[in-house]
């Protein structure tokens, strides 16, 4: 049987709309990332949040995950690598 965890909170106001912060022990419970897209539910009762698919990268992780020898490299040229006119 899965562990639940529960929390009470109060729904405030964000801008021109309402939100409720997800605290760090629930988000872990539901393997919440930043990034991660979700689907939002108006189900009998409240609102039900599904995971879509897999979070979108940031940049640092993208260029984290950048090898120059498997993605050739070309943007890393030290020198003339043609015949430039500067």
Do not use: C, Y
């Not at 605290?23 to 979700?38: M, N, S, Y």
């Not at 993208?62 to 040229?77: I, N, R, S, W």
């Amino acid at each position: 049987m899965t562990a639940t965890v529960s929390v009470e909170q109060t729904v405030q106001e964000w801008g021109n709309g309402l939100a409720v912060r997800i605290t760090a022990p629930v988000a872990r419970a539901a393997r919440f990332t930043r990034g991660l897209p979700i689907k939002v539910e108006v189900v009998e009762g409240g609102v039900f949040l599904r995971t879509v698919g897999k979070p979108k990268l940031t940049l640092a992780q993208k260029l984290k995950m950048f090898d120059p020898d498997l993605h050739g490299g070309e943007v890393l040229a030290t020198g003339r690598v043609g015949a430039e006119v500067f």
